[in-house]
């Protein structure tokens, strides 16, 4: 921060959606003669799904069709198959099972394409790679920095996002979590430059091999509104991005939401509130936090504001991507953002969805303040100084208090061994965001959560540590 396929082989069992003629009306057949406009949607077992002209989409028994419409489908449902593995050859995984992206279960792609759970919710789940980190991994001939994929509630895949070279990533020196104070970034913005033209030319090549040229369009809301080129397969979208000197991209959504230009749809403000209350946790102890925080880890490179905006805004039912946060925050190389600068930069995207920015100036830090957000399910994003002494007591008292009985006699012992530290002279280096997420007004101590990974989700800080490590701001998306 800165300061101020497996490939489908066979027609049983398996639902085969249409690919080749993808879009295209067909004059079905009943076996007794009757017409009927329609597109062939998939095929399972031997249940046929057809959508017609008014775009209604109904199933039938393959035998109540003609026998030259059952030959058509057939045909069809073997040219995906194939298609399948040609797409899972140029990828070099097992991208596709054959069935539209909306329908794969989320969990099962993310063991294909080897990612990490990243994060769990009521409300939907994360997986991410930082592939620069694993052996010869590759994603259509090139390596990319992070491979992120996304589910909602019911398991299903909404979002797979791969980013190759990158400002932030590509030739960052620094580490992971809390040692990414240490690191910095060993390449200039030419060699970005090439790295950027190489990963772009090989994506496209490995995808146009199996599914033609690509079209043009505009993609996106708001400041990330971006032109992109655009696949699309069996109810999957690719759209590669080339953002001059920031990144390459390439995602997958289903074909509806590349439709849609990516605009998503608006969450009713109520059904927001139900969820944040929902999240609240209240222990027998005192302990009062948010459990259904999406966690993003924003990997080896200082992308703090990025990754805990897109929580913060994914808390809220808004969709978001670091990477893209990056861009409109004007993040520096390896890292380095202004989170105003990145507020005022989403601030129409966030307000057209129904969502309020507030901002304030804390000159010293109250449970109080706290917790008036918490209490309504709500994360503050907070500005601090991320310095050792800091974390290290983060640490250890987090693990001490699981062995606690008595949280009264807690309370007073944190309090006594952190009274030094709360009248050292603040420190000014390690310029951090983070969230806080929780409190506990009787022991005097906040939690806060870190985007390092699933490590730092929840830690517990005494107040008097962190009102010195505290920079003094804090930034709220409301609904």
Known sequence: MRKALTAVSCLTGFFLPFASQAGEMHVFHSAEGKPLNASFEGINADTVTLKRDDGKTFDLPKDKLSAADQIYITSIAQRAGNEAKKLNTAAGHDLTDGSPFANRQAADLAHALQLPAESQSKYGRSWRLYAAYAKDYLLFGAMPYSVALYSGEDGHATHLSIVYANKGDFGSTAGFARDHFAGGNAAGPGTLAEAMTRDDDTVSKALTSVLGEGKVQRYGEGKTRQKITRWDWNGHSFLLSNQENEYVGLAIVPTTTADAGGRTSLTADADVKKRLIASIVKSPNGDVYLSEIPMVDQGPKGYCVPATFERAMRTMGLQADM?????????????????????????????????????????????????????????????????????????????????????????????????????????????????????????????????????????????????????????????
Request: aromatic share 8%; net charge negative; hydrophobic share 40%.
């Open 323 to 479: 990477y893209l946060l990056a861009m409109v925050g004007q993040s520096q190389a390896g890292g380095g953002t202004s989170p105003e600068l990145l507020l005022d930069n989403v601030k129409h995207q966030v307000l057209s969805k129904g969502r309020r920015i507030k901002e304030e100036s804390l000159k010293q830090l109250h449970i109080r303040d706290i917790k008036r957000y918490v209490d309504e399910g709500i994360p503050l994003m907070w500005t601090l100084c991320s310095m050792d002494e800091y974390n290290d007591i983060a640490d250890k008292n987090t693990a001490a208090r699981a062995s606690v009985t008595d949280w009264k006699a807690h309370a007073t012992e944190i309090a006594a061994a952190h009274a030094d530290l709360a009248k050292a002279a603040k420190p000014d280096a390690n310029h951090h965001i983070c969230m806080i997420i929780g409190y506990n007004e009787a022991t005097q101590e906040i939690a806060v959560s870190d985007s390092w990974g699933t490590r730092f989700e929840r830690r517990w800080v005494p107040l008097p540590v962190a009102d010195w490590a505290s920079a003094g701001s804090i930034f709220m998306i409301l609904p």
